[in-house]
């Protein structure tokens, strides 16, 4: 069955950097494309980003566009989030998703 594994995700300063893995089964990974979403709490889930199964041309919320990066290596079945210049309003839930599956998520905290 499909399975989304997330980790990396933890407690960072303010301008510190985060990279968050997503380790996919189930599937065939390199056919799909795939997003990268956030839940803080008391709000709704959002897109981070996305990539296609090509890896170019990704696409990004404005609130991450020139810090985060989304990246997949189809060889490992693994999917990656690049956080940069981290602010406190990035905390939240980070969840993988692959059309209708998700993952369990992993948490980003960004406090002083």
């Known amino acids: 069955q499909v399975q989304l594994v997330e980790s990396g995700g933890g407690l960072v300063q303010p301008g510190g950097s985060l990279r968050l893995s997503c380790a996919a089964s189930?599937?065939?990974?390199?056919?799909?494309?795939m997003n990268w979403f956030r839940q803080a709490p008391g709000k709704e889930r959002e897109f981070v980003a996305g990539?296609?199964?090509?890896?170019?041309?990704?696409v990004y919320a404005d609130s991450v566009k020139g810090r985060f990066t989304i990246s997949r290596d189809n060889a490992k079945n693994t999917l990656y989030l690049q956080m940069n210049s981290l602010k406190p309003e990035d905390t939240a839930a980070y969840y993988c998703?692959?059309?209708?599956?998700w993952g369990q998520g992993t948490q980003v905290t960004v406090s002083s």
């Open positions: 998703n692959a059309d209708n599956s």
């Open positions: 189930g599937f065939t990974f390199s056919k799909y494309y």
């Open positions: 990539i296609p199964w090509s890896g170019h041309n990704p």
